[in-house]
């Protein structure tokens, strides 16, 4: 039996893509994977549904800014008693990993390429590892590990596999050999739409998942909430009540079955999540994104660039919304996410048996 061990952030992201790629690779042969996740996380029951036994880890609420530490000395514990074939990780590395002692065995990241990509873009790991330089070299030191010079150091002696549609990819290559994309993973939830939806078209679609905003979305949706050419404003994420009071969205959800709504919709907007943003794409619906941080930035650049999506400035945004659907449809099924979760298994195999 083959022991896998995937460490994952605790937003809904990660442990979405974790927990695909972890079912594809229990369909392969005889595995065992042990996904390990903060014992905040709200999204544990994604990788029990995967067939994963999920181990929590306890993180004090005085260390959740900065919980590197009291993290490693836990995993560091499972790493004994699980004794891992191969370590597969989806987090943000610099909050995470920069403590743990790894042991002599394969490691997989699964990452976006925007984020490590050309280096002039300016990612929110580039600015948290200058700010946490000297204090993650200090405490690293204190555990006798190598100091880091970039926030990509965390990176090194590891397969990456790249999460993105092959355009956005492309686009940014050449890339090492130890790198390789895998595709998008994108959580789909079958379910029947709610009634109040169902025979609704031309549907601007907010889509802010577990930690998208709120506030600085209100203009815009009140203006398309006003516009002939959209037939509803609808909002679907954590803060789906406080989207409510502020009379800007027609129907606001805490959750939806997105694939079956973005067969209605005509534009979606998101704050740079990666799992809303690609399945829009991946159903050929253009996404406009205002940023919450600098990685969905980037990701607004990178998706302007390709002609598919534009960061949400104002009324000229909207305007180009005709000729991204058309850019869209040239690509074909190059934004495709169907066949990711089984290329991520197949690679993790790959990477173990190297």
Same mark, same amino acid.
């Given at each position: 039996?083959?022991?896998?061990?995937?460490?994952?952030?605790?937003?809904?992201?990660?442990?979405?893509?974790?927990?695909?790629?972890?079912?594809?690779?229990?369909?392969?042969?005889?595995?065992?994977?042990?996904?390990?996740?903060?014992?905040?996380?709200?999204?544990?029951?994604?990788?029990?549904?995967?067939?994963?036994?999920?181990?929590?880890?306890?993180?004090?609420?005085?260390?959740?800014?900065?919980?590197?530490? #009291? &993290?490693?000395?836990?995993?560091?514990?499972?790493?004994?008693?699980?004794? /891992?074939?191969?370590? %597969?990780?989806?987090? +943000? @590395?610099?909050?995470?990993?920069?403590?743990?002692?790894?042991?002599?065995?394969?490691?997989?990241?699964?990452?976006?390429?925007?984020?490590?990509?050309?280096?002039?873009?300016?990612?929110?790991?580039?600015?948290?590892?200058?700010?946490?330089?000297?204090?993650?070299?200090?405490?690293?030191?204190?555990?006798?590990?190598?100091?880091?010079?970039? #926030? &990509?150091?965390?990176?090194?002696?590891?397969?990456?596999?790249?999460?993105? /549609?092959?355009?956005? %990819?492309?686009?940014? +290559? @050449?890339?090492?050999?130890?790198?390789?994309?895998?595709?998008?993973?994108?959580?789909?939830?079958?379910?029947?739409?709610?009634?109040?939806?169902?025979?609704?078209?031309?549907?601007?679609?907010?889509?802010?998942?577990?930690?998208?905003?709120?506030?600085?979305?209100?203009?815009?949706?009140?203006?398309?909430?006003?516009?002939?050419?959209?037939? #509803?404003?609808?909002?679907?994420?954590?803060?789906?009540?406080?989207?409510?009071?502020?009379?800007?969205?027609?129907?606001?959800?805490?959750?939806?079955?997105?694939?079956?709504?973005?067969?209605?919709?005509?534009?979606?907007?998101?704050?740079?999540?990666?799992?809303?943003?690609?399945?829009?794409?991946?159903?050929?619906?253009?996404?406009?994104?205002?940023?919450?941080?600098?990685?969905?930035?980037?990701?607004?650049?990178?998706?302007?660039?390709?002609?598919?999506?534009?960061?949400?400035?104002?009324?000229?945004?909207?305007?180009?919304?005709?000729?991204?659907?058309?850019?869209?449809?040239?690509?074909?099924?190059?934004?495709?996410?169907?066949?990711?979760?089984?290329?991520?298994?197949?690679?993790?195999?790959?990477?173990?048996?190297?």
């Amino acid at each position: 039996m083959i022991n896998i061990l995937m460490l994952s952030g605790p937003a809904l992201g990660h442990v979405a893509r974790l927990s695909l790629a972890a079912e594809a690779l229990l369909k392969t042969s005889d595995i065992k994977v042990d996904f390990v996740v903060p014992g905040f996380c709200q999204h544990l029951t994604l990788p029990e549904s995967a067939g994963c036994r999920v181990q929590t880890i306890r993180i004090e609420d005085e260390s959740r800014k900065f919980p590197a530490l #009291a &993290y490693a000395e836990q995993v560091e514990r499972l790493f004994d008693t699980l004794n /891992p074939d191969i370590i %597969v990780q989806d987090c +943000s @590395p610099l909050r995470w990993l920069p403590a743990i002692r790894f042991p002599e065995c394969p490691r997989v990241v699964i990452t976006n390429a925007f984020l490590i990509g050309p280096p002039e873009f300016e990612t929110h790991q580039v600015s948290d590892f200058a700010a946490r330089k000297t204090q993650l070299n200090k405490m690293r030191a204190e555990r006798g590990l190598y100091s880091l010079n970039s #926030a &990509y150091d965390l990176y090194l002696g590891a397969k990456t596999l790249l999460s993105d /549609p092959t355009p956005l %990819v492309e686009s940014l +290559s @050449p890339w090492p050999t130890d790198i390789e994309n895998c595709g998008p993973l994108c959580l789909e939830q079958g379910a029947d739409l709610p009634e109040t939806i169902q025979d609704l078209s031309d549907i601007a679609l907010f889509s802010m998942g577990s930690t998208g905003g709120l506030e600085s979305y209100q203009a815009i949706a009140g203006t398309l909430q006003a516009s002939p050419d959209f037939g #509803a404003t609808v909002y679907v994420g954590s803060r789906a009540e406080e989207a409510k009071a502020t009379g800007c969205y027609d129907v606001c959800f805490d959750w939806l079955p997105l694939s079956s709504v973005l067969k209605k919709a005509r534009v979606v907007i998101t704050h740079g999540g990666t799992g809303s943003t690609y399945l829009a794409l991946s159903n050929g619906v253009p996404v406009l994104i205002s940023p919450k941080h600098k990685n969905h930035a980037v990701l607004a650049q990178c998706l302007s660039d390709l002609g598919v999506g534009a960061r949400l400035e104002d009324q000229s945004s909207l305007d180009q919304l005709p000729d991204m659907k058309a850019t869209l449809r040239s690509y074909g099924t190059a934004f495709d996410h169907k066949d990711a979760p089984m290329k991520h298994a197949k690679a993790i195999l790959e990477a173990l048996s190297c």
